[in-house]
């Protein structure tokens, strides 16, 4: 049974350029959820989808930032014209129910120049 | 969301000694959860906890829900190198997860 799966592991963009992050959340699992972990820091909530719903984005900024979970494929947490501060590693997460235990990928990490 | 209070920050052990590490929040959470992290990698369940008093079991681990709902412990037993590792408490209070900033642990042979 396949876990949470993300890709790419690794993104490297220019201030200004679009990044695009890609999360299968586990089979069964129908919830998906982002979060972004700073150096030395835990991880911070961002959003919480469920198929072609957004159920809370309170942790996600309002600007650049967006995310979808489309019928079919993979969860996408898309940022606009990305600066240097949006450099992080940016984790997925999935559960089959809205209060369940949550199982994380391996992470995206992004890196701005 | 609510930053809970882990601790201690990092510990360095022989092996096989035993750990202890725990996380205080201000707010009652109805979930508890530990995760282990390594380098460059997602972090993985350990335990979870549904039940004020619970006392769960996951091999050398043991991890308890405090009775109050506003504490978790995690203890490891008899450490081994492979236990080296960032673990974090997460408590679930809806449906997000409130993090603490983690427990480095190293472990020497």
């Known amino acids: 049974n396949a876990g949470v799966m993300q890709n790419p592991r690794h993104l490297v963009r220019r201030r200004g350029q679009e990044a695009r992050l890609r999360c299968s959340p586990m089979?069964?699992?129908?919830?998906v959820y982002w979060y972004r972990q700073l150096p030395e820091e835990g991880l911070k909530f961002m959003v919480y989808?469920?198929?072609?719903?957004?159920?809370?984005e309170s942790g996600m900024p309002k600007e650049r930032f967006s995310a979808e979970f489309p019928k079919e494929g993979p969860s996408i947490l898309r940022i606009q014209q990305v600066v240097r501060g949006d450099s992080a590693a940016y984790f997925c997460?999935?559960?089959?129910?809205?209060?369940?235990?949550?199982?994380f990928g391996p992470g995206t990490r992004l890196t701005v120049t | 969301g609510q930053q809970l209070n882990q601790s201690p920050q990092s510990m360095f052990i022989q092996e096989g000694e035993d750990v202890s590490m725990n996380c205080t929040s201000s707010?009652?959470?109805?979930?508890w959860l530990w995760y282990k992290q390594d380098p460059g990698e997602g972090p993985v369940l350990l335990i979870a906890?549904?039940?004020?008093?619970e006392l769960t079991s996951n091999g050398r681990l043991t991890a308890q829900f405090g009775i109050t709902r506003k504490d978790s412990f995690l203890n490891i037993s008899a450490s081994i190198p492979s236990d080296v590792g960032i673990y974090f408490c997460?408590?679930?209070?809806?449906?997000?997860?409130?993090f603490g900033k983690g427990t480095s642990l190293l472990v020497t042979p």
């Open positions: 997460a999935s559960s089959p129910g809205p209060r369940n235990e949550q199982y």
């Open positions: 089979k069964g699992h129908s919830h």
């Open positions: 989808l469920q198929k072609e719903n957004i159920i809370d």
């Open positions: 707010s009652i959470f109805n979930t």
């Open positions: 906890l549904y039940k004020a008093g």
């Open positions: 997460a408590g679930l209070p809806g449906y997000a997860l409130n």
